[in-house]
C-alpha cells in the first residue's frame, strides 16, 4: 500500500517557493551552535530565515519534548516514536509551511532524518513504518537540503555533559554507533539531498564547511571570516 493512501488530498505535498534546509547529527554535533552562528550572518546580510527545532519548534512541541527528553518518565518505543511524529506534525502545519509558503529559508534542528536514525536504526523499530509516518506527520514535506553534521559517537557525547544526559543521550554506546551508522547510509541512499559535514574540526572549520555548503545550494555569498 502506497504511503500516500494515509493521507488526505488536502494533505499532499504542495508546492513553495521557500527553502527548507534541515541539520542532522549526532548528539553533540554541533548543529544547535552552528545554526545560531549562521542566523547572525544571514540577518547581516538581510537574508529572511526562520529557525525551528524538532522536537519543540511550537508550544505544544515544547510540552512533547518535556516529556520526549526527560528520562524520568518511562515510554515505550513505540510512545517515543509516536510523540516525536506528533510534535513534527504540528511543526510542520503551525510554523514550516506557512514559513516556506512565504518564502523564507526555513532552517530546522533535527527533522525525519533524526526518526529514521534513533528510533529506526538506534532502536532497531521497522523502517518503512518510520517513513510512513514521517510521510504523515509532514504531509510529504521533504528538505531540499540536510546538512549531516558527522561525527564519531563517542567524541560527540564527550561534548555534553553527563549529568545534563537526556532520554537519548543515556543510551549505550552501542545504541550511538548505530545512529550514527543509519545517518550515513540515509546520506548514501539521498546524495542529492545530503551535504555530509565533517563535526569533528575545529569551530571556525565546521562554520566554514556550513557556509560553503549554503552559498552554493542558496545562492548566495555569505563571507567566511
Ligand atoms: N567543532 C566543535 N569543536 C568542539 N566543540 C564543539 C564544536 N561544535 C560544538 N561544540 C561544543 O559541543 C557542545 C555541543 O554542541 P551543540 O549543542 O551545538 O550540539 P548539537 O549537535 O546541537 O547536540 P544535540 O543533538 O545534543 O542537541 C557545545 O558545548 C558546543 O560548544
Ligand atoms: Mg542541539
Redesign the pocket.
Given at each position: 500500500m502506497s504511503a500516500n493512501t494515509y493521507l488526505s488530498s488536502s494533505n499532499q505535498e504542495k508546492k513553495h517557493p521557500g527553502i527548507f534546509i534541515t541539520l542532522e547529527?549526532p548528539?553533540?554535533?554541533?548543529?544547535?551552535?552552528?545554526l545560531r552562528i549562521i542566523s547572525k550572518e544571514l540577518d547581516a546580510i538581510n537574508c529572511q530565515h526562520i529557525i525551528t527545532r524538532d522536537p519543540g519548534g511550537t508550544a505544544a512541541g515544547k510540552q512533547i519534548r518535556r516529556i520526549l527528553l526527560n528520562s524520568n518518565f518511562p515510554l515505550s518505543t513505540t510512545a517515543e516514536l509516536l510523540l516525536y511524529q506528533a510534535d513534527r506534525a504540528q511543526n510542520v502545519s503551525e510554523i514550516i509551511r506557512p514559513a516556506l509558503e512565504k518564502g523564507l529559508i526555513v532552517f530546522c534542528?533535527r527533522y525525519i532524518d533524526s526518526t529514521i536514525a534513533y528510533q529506526g536504526y538506534g532502536r532497531g523499530l521497522c523502517l518503512k513504518t518510520i517513513e510512513t509516518l514521517n510521510k504523515i506527520s509532514t504531509g510529504g514535506l521533504k528538505p531540499s537540503l540536510t546538512l549531516l553534521?558527522d561525527l564519531d559517537s563517542e567524541a560527540g557525547l564527550s561534548?555534553?555533559h553527563p549529568g545534563n544526559y537526556d532520554r537519548l543521550?543515556r543510551e549505550a554506546l552501542d545504541f550511538h554507533k548505530k545512529v550514527r551508522d543509519g545517518y550515513l547510509t540515509l546520506a548514501k541512499n539521498e546524495p542529492e539531498r545530503f551535504c555530509i559535514i565533517d563535526?569533528s574540526?575545529?569551530?571556525t572549520n565546521?562554520q566554514s564547511a556550513f557556509r560553503k555548503a549554503l552559498n552554493e545550494r542558496l545562492s548566495i555569498n555569505l563571507p567566511d571570516v
Open positions: 547529527g548528539d553533540g554535533a554541533g548543529k544547535t551552535t552552528q534542528d553534521f561534548r555534553l543521550e563535526a574540526a575545529p569551530l565546521v
